[in-house]
């Protein structure tokens, strides 16, 4: 089945406490996106890779970093937490040729930064 | 900035009524304008997409046209149905850009 797999789906956590929210796709997509989402703001994009070790960053990247490694993987990394990050995140992935692609999302990860 | 203004942000509607959700767009090189639906604790779901080169789409209850002089795009649904009740995103982008624009949602309510 094609997917879209985030993990944690929920953390609870404390400022300061280094974490990674992990994403995996199995679709052999090119590119692959994070986005938060906050209620009145909708999706807001945070870094989007367009291919392996291609990364570059949207609209709110302050606070977080990416890699892309592998093709399938796409992990966000919040070295330092703070409580404003708290929101409920989104990865998902497209493929990549000369034409937009829709995207396909992961089920989230609800994040809680104490 | 680019930016994606999206209204109006609750819509209540009775059973067998329809639906418009309006969007405008600053960007004048966007040429592709998806929409998501996001039922409560889900994730968002592609359910119907335009590029810049027709000015209408549709796929049985749901709709969109685009008016690109306007720089606006609209969701149209009819004959809604209490499981329509959801979030709806509109966004747009460009194909030389990976950035996805993103409306700040519709909350929509079918009332049964």
Redesign the interface.
Known sequence: EAQVTQNPRYLITVTGKKLTVTCSQNMNHE?M?W?RQDP??????IY?S?NVEVT?K??VPEGYKVSRKEKRNFPLILESPSPNQTSLY?CASSL?D???Q??H????TRLSIL | GENVEQHPSTLSVQEGDSAVIKCTYSDSASNYFPWYKQELGKRPQLIIDIRSNVGEKKDQRIAVTLNKTAKHFSLHITETQPEDSAVYFCAARRDSSYKLIFGSGTRLLVRP
């Open positions: 590119y996106s986005y009145g703001l909708g999706l807001r994009q989007y367009m570059d949207g609209d989104f990549s000369r034409f937009v829709p995207q999302f992961g089920d989230g």
